[in-house]
C-alpha cells in the first residue's frame, strides 16, 4: 500500500509540473494573438503553432503514464521526466520559430 502511496504522489508532482507546461501554452495563445494585432500583423497569427502548444503538453503527459504502466516507479519518474522535458523543448521552439512566421515587411 505503501508503493501504490508513493506512485500517487509521483504522478501528482509531475501533473502539476505538466500543468505548469499547459499554463504557458494557454497563455500564448491568449496573449500572442493580442502582440500580432498590435505590430499589426493580425492575419499572421500561427494559430495551428499555438494549438499544438496547447495539445503538446497533456499528451506527453498520457503517453509517458501508458509508457510507465507496469514498471517500477523509477521507471516510470524517468518516463515522465522526458516527457516533461519534451514538452518544454516543444514550447520553447515554438517560441523560437513564431518570429520567423511574421510576414515578410
Do not use: C, K, T
Amino acid at each position: 500500500m505503501r508503493a501504490r502511496a508513493g506512485l500517487v504522489v509521483l504522478v501528482v508532482l509531475f501533473a502539476a509540473l505538466f500543468a505548469l507546461a499547459e499554463l504557458a501554452a494557454v497563455s500564448n495563445l491568449i496573449a500572442l494573438p493580442q502582440v500580432y494585432d498590435a505590430l499589426g500583423v493580425p492575419e499572421a497569427v500561427p494559430w495551428w503553432l499555438l494549438v499544438l502548444g496547447v495539445a503538446i503538453p497533456p499528451a506527453a503527459f498520457v503517453v509517458a503514464l501508458l509508457l510507465g504502466r507496469r514498471r517500477p516507479a523509477g521507471d516510470r519518474a524517468l518516463l515522465l521526466l522526458v516527457g516533461l522535458a519534451a514538452a518544454h523543448a516543444l514550447a520553447l521552439s515554438s517560441v523560437a520559430l513564431a518570429p520567423y512566421l511574421l510576414p515578410a515587411a
